[in-house]
């Protein structure tokens, strides 16, 4: 339960005093930023971490593909591999180990779509926002490139980890997905890093990275079999590039203005 605020705090104009401190709105642009090393750092967070996430998902991702190849792996190879229950673990659990470990240097974004909402609420900076989603894309098409190098075999053959809208689902059903599942993330961010919350309860910024790994979790599981879930403009980016589709392209813009407009929906809430 959160910290209890005396009637004496009440100040002389009527006014509770809060228990909790707003940090001031970020700078829209902070020049002063492009000569501290701190934000390099952050920058360099971002870029090594999406790199991982999306060397491990799309490995994993590629590798159920495989597994479940019956023209590969036999007659019983729809009953082998981790499943859909296991990719979205494997989003899921990445986005939880990455974000604790990357929240003290650049605040664990690891998403274009977090960090544009991030600024939209003044959160970051235009300048800190700007390299963010450089440095996630970027970071991005080079973890799918270590898994095209790593299995080369197979990457092409298995869709390269892209996102498109699966046979069977209208465009419309994909938007609709997609929306919803970036709504749930950047509202579980928002949630999660809330100031009210971090100053009554004190264990919350040590557990703040699961509701984050287990919403990308829970969104997986219900947009894979519609989209193979975007709602990170990076992760769907890199498979993009790499794979080199046309349809992977076309979904991929469609992708992208899907993660803007939603996570725009939701600041200007």
Known sequence: MGKEVDVSTLEAGGVRDRDYADPP????????????????????????????????????????????DASASGPDA?????????????????????????AGISGGHINP???FGLFLARKVS?????????AQSLGAICGVALVKGFQSGFYARYGGGANEVSAGYSTGTGLAA????????????????????????????????????????????????????????ARSLGAAVVYNNSK?????????????????SFVGC
Request: proline residues 5%.
């Open 126 to 134: 235009l300048v800190r926002a700007l390299l963010y989603m450089a």
């Open 113 to 115: 779509a977090v960090t």
């Open 178 to 233: 997609e929306i919803i599942g970036t709504f749930v993330l950047v509202y579980t961010v928002f949630s999660a890093t809330d100031p009210k919350r971090n100053a009554r309860d004190s264990h919350v910024p040590v557990l703040a990275p699961l509701p984050i790994g287990f919403a990308v979790f829970m969104v997986h599981l219900a947009t894979i079999p519609i989209t193979g879930t975007g709602i990170n403009p």
């Open 25 to 68: 709105p970020a700078p829209l642009i902070d020049i002063d930023e492009l000569g501290k090393w701190s934000l390099y750092r952050a920058v360099i967070a971002e870029f090594v971490a999406t790199l991982l996430f999306l060397y491990i998902t799309v490995a994993t991702v590629i590798g159920y593909k495989h597994q479940t």
């Open 78 to 102: 729809a009953c082998s591999g981790v499943g859909i229950l296991g990719i979205a673990w494997a989003f899921g659990g990445m986005i939880f180990i990455l974000v604790y470990c990357t």
């Open 248 to 264: 992977a392209w076309s979904d991929q813009v469609f992708t992208h203005i899907v993660h803007d407009c939603s996570t725009h």
